[in-house]
């Protein structure tokens, strides 16, 4: 073997050992064909190393190039190859593919045109398939302008390198398909778990309704049969007593059957607001009379702050009273007598309303599931009384009015519940953007 053999054959087999580690390093397809291509140039000397895959959507002769690296003295020509630039029995590069074998060109640019031409043959090229088992996925082409290169022993290192990147082609592609896979069982696994999350939270809600419906008809039933026989027996102070009963009841069962129709109308999306410039200072005035009532009731001290100059709001009326009366009935419910709730509006983007009370406070778990539906947090273990629907329906509500809603408290030291609206202005100019709800 001469020295000038040996040399090919060093520099081969260094090329091909760099090709080992690339095929067992590259994390994606793309980074591997790319660093093949720099390897067979910049380590093993060649002109140009070029990668193209059979177009599967068409005639297995239609090469796409999907990787290259060219030297300086590399020849161009065969990156602008074209399915019709030549002749199949002339372009090494598809008749290595549809022949199935390695096919080694000389001189393949005498017949287009090279400015790299010189005595000594400017474009011998050799192309090697990338056959996975029966299928051609593409083929892998190296260019050496040395017209003594691709010698026997050469050629056979190259296609064992070219064999070697067929299997980081196909090991890629496959782990490629089984992340695809282990993605699509985990979201769908992720699916039937919150399905089941789903249908779990139905059973206990249906549980809940059921109790809770169940509960305020015991006592009208109940009382119904006693208030009679009470009145018959000249007891009219207790029958008395007992409709008084049967009144909370029922107020308590058409509260209770208020919230379910219209928390499924907010989810089937059949809420109609009914939008008008309101007031704020007018608004709140309203409700003070009846939330001073019932806070004075309990001996828990309310105020409410409005500052001048806060601008109207363009929203549904009798939802704006229902969020108002909801977030004030729940700091009503979790504040102990001799407590007290200060209602306060303030200005910043848009107009926040502020609910704040010294109740017993959110635990920062029960923080994160307050809104949600079904929910009930853990402090509804003191007040038992209700679906845990208010907060989900003031939520989807203030949403529905372009707004937002939160809460800031710490356990045992009261709960502040915000929300915001836009302003009638800000609101006007945001028009085109929303979403308006009719069931007409």
């Known amino acids: 073997m001469g020295k000038q053999s040996l040399k090919y054959i060093n520099r081969t087999f260094r090329t091909t050992l760099n090709c080992y580690q690339a095929v067992f390093q590259a994390k994606t397809e793309k980074e591997l064909l790319n660093s093949i291509c720099r390897i067979i140039t910049r380590d093993g000397g060649y002109d140009l190393a070029w990668v ?30 074209a399915p019709n630039g030549l002749e199949v029995n002339e372009n090494c590069v598809y008749s290595s593919v549809a022949n199935m074998r390695d096919v080694i060109g000389k001189e393949i640019c005498g017949i287009v045109g090279c400015g790299n031409k010189n005595s000594g043959g400017c474009c011998n090229l050799l192309a090697l398939p990338l056959m996975h088992g029966n299928e051609v996925l593409g083929v892998l082409a190296i260019q050496a302008k040395d017209s003594k290169a691709f010698n026997k022993e050469e050629v056979n290192l190259l296609r064992e390198l070219s064999s070697k990147l067929t299997y980081g082609i196909a090991a890629l592609r496959a782990k490629e398909q089984k992340d695809l896979t282990e993605k699509a069982l985990l979201e769908r696994n992720n699916e039937l778990i919150e399905a089941k999350n789903e249908a779990r939270l139905h059973i206990e809600f249906l549980a809940t309704i059921s109790h809770e419906l169940r509960n305020p008809l015991n006592t009208i039933m109940g009382f119904s049969e006693l208030g009679p026989f009470k009145i018959r027996n ?40 009914r939008r008008e410039t309101i007031n704020v200072h007018s608004l709140q005035e309203e409700l003070m009379p009846q939330f001073n009532y019932q806070a004075a009731k309990k001996g828990v001290d309310l105020s409410m702050n409005i500052p001048s100059g806060i601008p109207d709001i363009f929203a549904d009326r009798t939802r704006m009273i229902q969020v108002f009366y909801n977030l004030f009935t729940n700091a009503l419910k979790f ?14 983007n848009d107009i926040v309303f502020k609910f704040e009370d010294n109740g017993i406070g959110i635990s920062q778990k029960d923080q994160k599931v307050i809104f949600e539906r079904f929910g009930r947090a853990g402090r509804e273990k003191h007040e038992q009384r209700g679906m845990g629907l208010g907060l989900t329906i003031t939520k989807k509500l203030v949403e529905l009015h ?24 800000r609101l006007a100019r945001k028009h085109a953007n929303l979403k308006l709800i009719d069931t007409h």
């Open 335 to 348: 504040t102990p007598p001799g407590g007290r709730i200060m209602i306060e509006t303030f200005m910043e």
């Open 402 to 425: 372009g707004g937002a809603i939160w809460l800031e408290s710490d356990e045992g030291k009261g709960a502040t519940f915000f929300f915001s609206l836009p302003t009638e202005n």
């Open 52 to 81: 193209g895959y059979v177009d599967i959507k068409n005639d297995n002769t239609n090469v796409i190039p999907v990787a290259s690296d060219i030297t300086k003295g590399g020849c161009s020509v065969i990156l602008n190859m």
């Open 234 to 273: 000249g007891e009219l102070e207790k029958a008395e007593r007992f409709m008084e009963m049967i009144k909370l009841s029922a107020e308590h069962l058409r509260s209770l059957i208020d919230d379910l129709v219209d928390y499924s109308r907010i989810e089937a999306g059949e809420v109609m607001l």
